[in-house]
Structures are given as structure tokens and as C-alpha cells.
């Protein structure tokens, strides 16, 4: 048995861990981080919460409090790209000190000591490779994490005013955050409905999602965001299929990771944390539930964290609680594991995914866009498939077409597939296309092939740039623009067209999305 002192110093030191795991890839964000990043400017800049000032306000993010939070950044001036690498690292810290309080109230005994086998915890959410990627991929994963893990520890520790800013944070943060607090919150209720402490996180839960949706409705004129139908339209065997394909390289991690929920729900059951266990376990079937109900196409599977740290920590805390020699000897070699974790295969996936995934700051990419949308007027049109960096970069006076098949930033009627022609201008002054090799002969997508194809006038070359290493873009301008060629510093390759520019009228025009 450990003293509180000690197990708040172990756990500052698995959070220290965290910090070097994940410093590697802190400069790195997904592309879909500028997209959040876009809003927050146009917030900012007073245009409201839209991708494009002027245009059909469209709900293209799922963290308005991680927006809103950007917004105020950038109202000050301060750089996005750094407030998200320092915001995710918080989250991650704050991520694995609630992981900790959890265990921590799982396993305490009457004097207040706590079994060291509880500092699994922390010390295993610290050195998963996952967390490390996804505390610097410029999202609110993170932070949504320590908002989860907070809430059911307030709920199980009958903490109930943190419980309920907590709650506030989880809603905020990301829509299924609604799911998790009225699960918590029923929980706390039961214990004692007639009791109004016990209401205290449901009704802050209530309060919140009735403000987010009010402005939802006010706002976008939806009841649920816009990327739920983009994420979430596919046919059911086509997105597990996607999803499971997905997990398949690091599969045996995510498998241990059910062991751990399973024998984690019986050890608590046995040990008598019974609250503790009721909460966990229906917060793993629920946030697994959720991810499997959208394609997790962000590296790191960020969807799955919450659940992982969850169980993980239920685990571990009722593993403190088993008063037997081999709990020591089962704790010792779960260590022993973990200490190896971050030089496994697996971690060497994780890594390697995010590697072709994320985009390195100031990459050649980023400057093209910086340059152009010097030249460009307020209100050109940019056609790309990558709503983020590009988008973020080319600058708010101009207008972005995404043309990604479940773009974020489009509408989906009925949960169906973009159509590029309800979305594409008719004379769109730049069009990106995405190919996934310097030396590529064609665009590697087939909308962005017909969306070339149906150009009526004729579009100048401008070069190819480098996002990262799966992401290279041909950058076209409509000719009568006289664009000068990109710096050559920036560029793949020469000046020569890799494909054929559109003739007039070879191709029906798409329909044009301008006022």
C-alpha cells in the first residue's frame, strides 16, 4: 500500500512520460485539424461560425468547444498551430491524471491508502503509442478524453460540482458527449433521486445540449450536425468493413484491450465497485458503439481511446482491491508489458500512420496556398478533395468547393455521397487535385478526375507540392488569371502538365453553387 503523496507523484511522473512519448509528433496535425481551424478565423473575424463568410452556414466540425476555444486564439493573434499542439498536450496530462483518480477511487481502501497496482492506470494510458499520436494531432481527442474520464470519476466519487463542469466540458466538446453524461448522470440518480445533489450533472448536461442545439437549430437549421450524416451515411457493412480494416494492423492491441474491459468489469463485480463498474461498462459498449458508427479514417483511433481508458482503468483499480500474493506478480509483469509497449510493432504502426497522415507545418503545400491566396480577390473559388490546410491557408476571402465523396463541409440530403455538381462554381479560379505519387500520370481520386473533366475553359499548370508523403497536389488556375508557376523551391518535378488541361466544352458544366 501507497500513501496519496505517493501515488499524486507516480502519477506526475507517468504524465512526464506522456510528454516525451509524445513530443516526437507534436509539430504534426491532421489535415482535418484546419478545417476546425477555418471556423475558428471566421468566428473570430465576426462571420459567425461558418467555412465560408457569405455562403450557406454548413456545421462541418464536431467540437464547438474546441472551435469556440481556437476562435478566441485567434482573435488574440496567437498562432492556431501552436495552441493546438499546447491544448492537446494539456488534455493528454489532464487525460492521464483522471485515469489515475478513477483507479484511485476504484481501489482506495477505508484509511484512505491505495494498492500501487493502481498506478496501472496512469502509467498505462501514458505510454500507449495511441494517446502520444493523438494528443498532437490537432484535435479535441484529448481533451474529450479527460472530460469523459473526469465526469465518471465525479460520478463514482460523488463529486458532484466538478462532476457537473465536467459534464458541461463532455457535451461541448463533441456531440456523443450528450450519450455519456445522461448514462453517468442516470447512474447518479439512481443512488438517490430525491436528493437535488443528485441532479446536478444531469442538469448541467440538460442545460448545455439545450443551449448547443438551440444554436444548432438557430444556426444551421439541424437538430444534429451536418458531419454526422457525412460520417455516418454509409450502408452498415460497408463502414464496418471500412472501420475493422482499419484496426486490422494494430488488432492485437485493440483485442488485449476487450480483455482488459471484460476481466475488468469481473474483478470489479467480485471486489464489490459495483457503481464503478455499472458506469464503465456502459460507457465502453456506448463509445464503441459509437466509433463503429462512422469510418475512423484519423490515425491513432482516436474513437476508441475513451472506452480503452476506461476500462483500463477500472482494471486497474479493481485489481488493487484483490488481496491475494499473485495480484503483486500479475501487476509486476502487466508492467514489465507496458514498459515494452512503445517499442512494439504496434507503436511503430501508430507512428507510421500518423507520419503519412499528418501534415508537418510550413510544408510546401502550405506556402503554395499562402502565396496564391495573396494573388487571389475576395470571393475566388478553390476546388480541392482536402478541406483542411489547403483551405486554412489560401486565406477567409476565399471561397473552398470540398469535393470529398462525405466532405465535411457539404451538405449530405439523406446521408447520400457528395455530388460535386450541386457544390463546384462554374469558373472556379484554382482546382487542386490529389495525387499520391510525385511521379503520378492522373488524379488518384475519381471525383477529383470528373470534376477536372467537366472544366469548360482552359486551366494553366502550376505545379505539384508536397503535403506529406501519401499527399502531393496539382494546382491548376484558370488561365485568364495569368498566375504565375509556383516557386520552383516549392515544386515536384517540372512545369510539364502530368495530364491533359480541360478543352472548352469538352465535358458538361457543373452546377454552380454561387449566389
Request: hydrophobic letters at 55%; aromatic letters at 8%; charged letters at 15%.
Amino acid at each position: 500500500m501507497i500513501t496519496q503523496r505517493t501515488f499524486a507523484i507516480a502519477t506526475l511522473l507517468a504524465a512526464a512520460v506522456l510528454l516525451v512519448l509524445a513530443w516526437p509528433t507534436a509539430p504534426s496535425v491532421v489535415d482535418d485539424a484546419w478545417i476546425s481551424a477555418r471556423y475558428a478565423r471566421s468566428f473570430a473575424l465576426g462571420h459567425g461560425l461558418v467555412y465560408d463568410a457569405g455562403q450557406p452556414p454548413i456545421e462541418g466540425f464536431t467540437n464547438l468547444l474546441w472551435t469556440l476555444m481556437l476562435a478566441l486564439a485567434s482573435r488574440a493573434g496567437v498562432s492556431l498551430h501552436a495552441t493546438m499542439i499546447s491544448a492537446g498536450l494539456v488534455g493528454g496530462v489532464l487525460s492521464v491524471f483522471a485515469s489515475a483518480a478513477l483507479a484511485n477511487e476504484v481501489a482506495r481502501d477505508r484509511d484512505g491508502r491505495v494498492s500501487a497496482v493502481a498506478l496501472l492506470a496512469p502509467f498505462g494510458l501514458a505510454l500507449d503509442p495511441h494517446l502520444a499520436v493523438v494528443t498532437t494531432n490537432g484535435l479535441e481527442s484529448s481533451l474529450f478524453l479527460a472530460a469523459v474520464l473526469g465526469t465518471t470519476w465525479a460520478v463514482v466519487a460523488e463529486q458532484r460540482g466538478l462532476g457537473a463542469l465536467f459534464a458541461i466540458a463532455t457535451i461541448a466538446l463533441r456531440p456523443e458527449g450528450a450519450a455519456v453524461v445522461a448514462v453517468l448522470a442516470t447512474l447518479d440518480l439512481a443512488r438517490g433521486i430525491s436528493k437535488p445533489e443528485h441532479w446536478a450533472i444531469g442538469g448541467a448536461g440538460a442545460v448545455t445540449l439545450a443551449a448547443i442545439t438551440l444554436f444548432r437549430i438557430v444556426q444551421y437549421g439541424s437538430l444534429v450536425p451536418n458531419t454526422f450524416a457525412a460520417k455516418a451515411g454509409k450502408p452498415l457493412a460497408e463502414r464496418l468493413a471500412f472501420d475493422v480494416a482499419y484496426l486490422r494492423p494494430d488488432g492485437g492491441f485493440w483485442m488485449i484491450g476487450l480483455g482488459i474491459a471484460f476481466f475488468g468489469q469481473v474483478l470489479a463485480w467480485r471486489t464489490g465497485a459495483r457503481v464503478a463498474a455499472t458506469a464503465v461498462g456502459s460507457l465502453v459498449i456506448l463509445l464503441v458503439a459509437v466509433a463503429f458508427s462512422v469510418d475512423m479514417w484519423m490515425p491513432g483511433g482516436r474513437l476508441l481511446l475513451a472506452p480503452l481508458a476506461l476500462a483500463w482503468s477500472l482494471f486497474a483499480g479493481a485489481l488493487a482491491r484483490v488481496r491475494l500474493p499473485m495480484t503483486r506478480i500479475t501487476a509486476l509483469v502487466i508492467a514489465a508489458d507496458l514498459v515494452l509497449l512503445p517499442v512494439t510493432p504496434w507503436a511503430r504502426v501508430v507512428r507510421a500512420a500518423d507520419v503519412a497522415h499528418s501534415a508537418q507545418p510550413r510544408n510546401a503545400a502550405e506556402r503554395a496556398m499562402r502565396s496564391l491566396g495573396a494573388q487571389l480577390p475576395e470571393g475566388a473559388w478553390l476546388v480541392t478533395r482536402d478541406a483542411g490546410v489547403l483551405a486554412y491557408f489560401v486565406g477567409a476571402h476565399v471561397h473552398v468547393a470540398e469535393i470529398h465523396p462525405r466532405a465535411l463541409t457539404q451538405p449530405h440530403p439523406g446521408g447520400r455521397d457528395l455530388d460535386p455538381r450541386d457544390v463546384v462554381p462554374e469558373r472556379p479560379d484554382l482546382v487542386v487535385l490529389t495525387v499520391e505519387d510525385p511521379h503520378a500520370r492522373a488524379p488518384f481520386y475519381e471525383m477529383d478526375r470528373a470534376v477536372f473533366a467537366s472544366l469548360r475553359e482552359p486551366y494553366t499548370f502550376l505545379g505539384r507540392v508536397r503535403q506529406h508523403h501519401q499527399r502531393y497536389y496539382d494546382v491548376w488556375a484558370r488561365s485568364d488569371l495569368a498566375l504565375p508557376a509556383l516557386p520552383e523551391a516549392l515544386r515536384v518535378g517540372s512545369l510539364e502538365p502530368p495530364y491533359a488541361p480541360s478543352t472548352p466544352g469538352s465535358a458538361p458544366a457543373p452546377r454552380s453553387s454561387e449566389p
